[in-house]
Structures are given as structure tokens and as C-alpha cells.
């Protein structure tokens, strides 16, 4: 049990466009879901707290008109990278939490490769 | 703010034990989690420690010391499938915050 689906795995897009990436929860609700980035040979930076039908928390740095977070229900959230830039570039992995879950409750999903060029 | 260390790279033989070091110094800490990454794909749960002592799973065990802020993998008989990255990470509140993560070399 415990299975986070998250897509797409990659996406290339061109500068100024917007990308949305989807976390889905499959077998499980997660009232909170968590957002991150990370760059190459780096550990993941933790960039929003989503929960379920509330604003998302932003961390310090992180701009929330840039990357925009829904989390509309219980087993889905969405990363929008609005006008991707190549700085943008990087693997973005969610986690969703289940309380009672497995694994401690946090489970992840399997990324996202964005490049923008 | 949340600091939380751990040494970039090591180095070890097949069959070998190595340890893998971090420290941290967060407020609101509730736990502390390692995972092992390979490249491109998402972390793999490695164990969590709330108390502090030694927990023993298999090959690997993990250590905590809340009070010194410090907690420790311990990695026996390697293979050289260890090799991967091993990230601590602190839960604060309901968040997990990482370290910058070690990469692991295991040569035979």
C-alpha cells in the first residue's frame, strides 16, 4: 500500500511556457503533501506544504507566484511552473503523507525531470 | 534556521562497515529519517528514529542522540548495490527537512 504516482516523469519545455506537474496518492488520502526540488549531486530542498483545501505554506526563498500549488482534494496536487526559465531546471520530487501509512506515513513520488530551454 | 549536516562523499570496500554521520540543529525536531537515493529517482525509506538508541534492521542500523543533536547509519557488509546517496532528514512539525545528503562508493 502506499503508493504516490507522480507525472510526468520528464518534460522539456521552452523558455516562458508553464509546466504542471500532478502528485496522486493512489491507495491512500493524504491531507498533506509536500513539494521539492533538487539539483544535481544536491539533497532535496523542501519548497511548499500543500494541504488539502488550504493555500500552501511557501518556504522561505520560494516564490508562490512562480510556483503555483493546488491541492484540491485528498489525493491529488499540482506543481505549476509558471514562465519557465533554465534556472528552473531540476527534478522535482512530492511526498504525501498518510498518518497511519507505511514507512512512517511519508511516502514519495517517483520525480519529475524538468528541462527548460 | 534548520541546519542539518552530513559528509559529501565516502568511500568504502565491498564487505566492508562503514558509518555515515549527521548533525543536526533544528527547532521543533520530532524524529530523524534516512533514505537512500540512486540518481534520478526517489528516496527509498531506510529507517526513522524518534528515541534515542540504536536501531538495527538487517545490514543497516541507525543511531540517534537527541540530546547531542547527532545521529549516525551504520552500513555492514556492503555490496556494491550500496552505492547510492544516503540522506538524513529531520521531521519539524510535519515537514522533513534534508541534508545535502553522502554519496556512497562502494569498490570492490
Known amino acids: 500500500g502506499a503508493v504516490v504516482s507522480q507525472h510526468p516523469s520528464r518534460v522539456i519545455c521552452k523558455s516562458g511556457t508553464s509546466v504542471k506537474i500532478e502528485c496522486r496518492s493512489l491507495?491512500?488520502?493524504?491531507?498533506?503533501m509536500f513539494w521539492y526540488r533538487q539539483f544535481p549531486k544536491q539533497s532535496l530542498m523542501l519548497m511548499a506544504t500543500?494541504?488539502?483545501?488550504?493555500?500552501?505554506?511557501?518556504e522561505q526563498g520560494v516564490e508562490k507566484d512562480k510556483f503555483l500549488i493546488n491541492h484540491a482534494s485528498l489525493t491529488l496536487s499540482t506543481l505549476t511552473v509558471t514562465s519557465a526559465h533554465p534556472e528552473d531546471s531540476s527534478f522535482y520530487i512530492c511526498?504525501?503523507?498518510?498518518?497511519?501509512?507505511?514507512?512512517?506515513?511519508?511516502?514519495f513520488g517517483s520525480g519529475t525531470r524538468l528541462t527548460v530551454v | 534556521g534548520q541546519n542539518i549536516d552530513q559528509p559529501t562523499e565516502m568511500t568504502a570496500t565491498e564487505g566492508a562497515i562503514v558509518q555515515i554521520n549527521c548533525t543536526y540543529q533544528?527547532?521543533?525536531?520530532?524524529?530523524l529519517f534516512w533514505y537512500q537515493q540512486h540518481a534520478g529517482e526517489a528516496p527509498t525509506f531506510l529507517s526513522y528514529?524518534?528515541?534515542?538508541g540504536l536501531e538495527e534492521k538487517g545490514r543497516f542500523s541507525s543511531f540517534l542522540s537527541r540530546s547531542k543533536g547527532y545521529s549516525y547509519l551504520l552500513l555492514k557488509e556492503l555490496q556494491m548495490k550500496d552505492s547510492a546517496s544516503y540522506l538524513c532528514?529531520?521531521?519539524?512539525?510535519?515537514?522533513?527537512?534534508f541534508g545535502k545528503g553522502t554519496t556512497l562508493s562502494v569498490s570492490s
Open positions: 511526498s504525501a503523507r498518510d498518518k497511519t501509512g507505511p514507512n512512517y506515513g511519508y511516502t
Open positions: 491507495d491512500f488520502q493524504a491531507t498533506t
Open positions: 500543500s494541504n488539502e483545501g488550504s493555500k500552501a505554506t511557501y
Open positions: 533544528t527547532s521543533g525536531f520530532n524524529g
Open positions: 528514529n524518534v528515541l534515542d
Open positions: 532528514a529531520a521531521r519539524i512539525g510535519t515537514a522533513l527537512i
